[in-house]
Antibody, heavy 122, light 107 residues
Framework: QEQLQQSGPGLVKPSQTLSLTCAISGDSVSSNRASWNWIRQSPSRGLEWLGRTYYRSKWYYDYTPSVSSRITIDADTSKNQFSLQLNSVTPEDTAVYYC????????????WGQGTLVTVSS | EILMTQSPATLSVSPGERATLSCRASQSVTSKLAWYQQKPGQAPRLLIYGASTRTTGIPARFSGSGSGTEFTLTISSLQSEDFAVYYCQQYNNWPRTFGQGTKVEIK
């Protein structure tokens, strides 16, 4: 049974970097079928897809334009996990952050992490 | 970026009644439309993909229809566990986008 387990701090200071990790069980971050995504949810922005990484003989990365200059998603094959880094955060980045898998049921998100509330505040 | 608009924002329904939720895309997404259910404190749960196909384990009282820009999620007879927020999401274009949600509450 696939599971995604998120970890990372719940409080980040403005201008600093938000870092979260998503550990995968029951699947592989190097899967040739899956993509590994980060999605956030806030009252003001709703559900917002941030980006993804996936492996198809090499690693690929896609990011949403609104955060593309500040975001990095990376995969760690030795730990079977992937991560999110969001630089130069502001209070507008306060949200619940989710990791999620896509690619097994068309391009929908079929497995999600438990969510991490990240508050940007000094 | 495709804008997904859901209506109504809140739907008050009595248990056993039918609920009809709408989702409109700002441009065609063909049939690449999914519906998710979210309960408080939980991640969204995939209900329907391809506009009308239920995922494994989703009861038959949930049905989806539509294509292009107009989509509908129908819950034929609401059960207590169905009171939640429902989101549509398009996966025809990048970036993937979600609607703002419809809250189905007990009348």
């Amino acid at each position: 049974q696939e599971q995604l387990q998120q970890s990372g701090p719940g409080l980040v200071k403005p201008s600093q970097t938000l870092s979260l990790t998503c550990a995968i069980s029951g699947d592989s971050v190097s899967s040739n079928r899956a993509s590994w995504n980060w999605i956030r949810q806030s009252p003001s922005r709703g559900l917002e897809w941030l980006g993804r990484t996936y492996y198809r003989s090499k690693w690929y990365y896609d990011y949403t334009p609104s955060v593309s200059s500040r975001i990095t998603i990376d995969a760690d094959t030795s730990k079977n996990q992937f991560s999110l880094q969001l630089n130069s955060v502001t209070p507008e980045d306060t949200a619940v952050y989710y990791c999620a898998r896509s690619g097994h049921i068309e391009e929908t998100y079929d497995y999600w992490g438990q969510g991490t509330l990240v508050t940007v505040s000094s | 970026e495709i804008l997904m608009t859901q209506s109504p924002a809140t739907l008050s329904v009595s248990p056993g009644e039918r609920a009809t939720l709408s989702c409109r895309a700002s441009q065609s997404v063909t049939s690449k439309l999914a519906w998710y259910q979210q309960k408080p404190g939980q991640a969204p749960r995939l209900l329907i993909y391809g506009a009308s196909t239920r995922t494994t384990g989703i009861p038959a009282r949930f049905s989806g229809s539509g294509s292009g820009t107009e989509f509908t999620l129908t819950i034929s007879s609401l059960q207590s566990e169905d009171f939640a927020v429902y989101y549509c999401q398009q996966y025809n274009n990048w970036p993937r986008t979600f609607g703002q949600g419809t809250k189905v509450e007990i009348k």
